[in-house]
């Protein structure tokens, strides 16, 4: 896997050390950056890169420093850690060319393929999956109420929100929820998010 390095930016030392030790084992090439100031500084002459970046940092978040990036229109596919209850700004990082995102606390192998799909990107014949006439195609096929499901997922509201808006049970929020999945053939919430924003519907 040494064919690109994994770019890690984390302000907390030990996820830092922790990270960078569970890949550089795993045989993925590692630096690390205790800033983001400190990665743009080494930004523009990076090839072959994939970077992993927390969403919340004192000197600039996540997102600023996805939007930095794409300022300095740098080819690097970018992954986002993000703690549970920030899915909404998670999603405000795919809007700013974030490939995925991945709630904390994750297992090693969700990173890792992660890491693996951003690094197909860096090649000119990597493909997302997530097409929009294919997207629309299977929109095409949830019920109004799945519609509005998918709508509230993507924005990042909890079950129990989506249900008290929609005057219906979590429970039931759980099943249109399952079915969207499985419909829209998602994996995760992070390819629910990337397939809303191919097909042009909100997710904020």
């Given amino acids: 896997m040494a064919d690109f390095t994994v770019h890690l930016v984390d302000d907390e030392e030990t996820v830092r050390k922790s990270l960078a030790f569970m890949l550089t084992m795993n045989d993925f090439s590692v630096r690390v950056h205790e800033s983001a100031t400190q990665f743009l500084k080494v930004a523009p002459q990076l ?61 090693d192998e969700v990173m890792m393929g992660a890491i693996r799909a951003a690094a197909a990107q860096i090649t000119p014949d990597g493909e997302s999956g997530d097409d929009a006439d294919i997207v629309l195609e299977r929109l095409a096929s949830l019920t109004d109420r799945e519609r509005q499901v998918f709508a509230a997922v993507v924005s990042g509201l909890p079950n129990k929100s989506i249900a008290y808006d929609l005057d219906i049970s979590p429970r039931t929020v759980e099943v249109h929820r399952a079915n969207v999945m499985s419909k829209m ?20």
């Fill in 47 to 107: 090839k072959a890169a994939v970077l992993v970046t927390d969403l919340r940092m004192p000197d600039m978040s996540g997102v600023q420093l996805i939007q930095q990036v794409n300022a300095l229109k740098l080819k690097i596919p970018a992954i986002v850690m993000t703690g549970h209850g920030d899915v909404p700004m998670a999603v405000e990082a795919m809007k700013a060319g974030a490939v995925d995102f991945i709630e904390k606390p994750f297992e």
């Fill in 185 to 204: 053939q998602a994996r995760s919430l992070p390819q629910l998010v990337r397939m809303a924003l191919a097909a042009g519907i909100s997710a904020s």
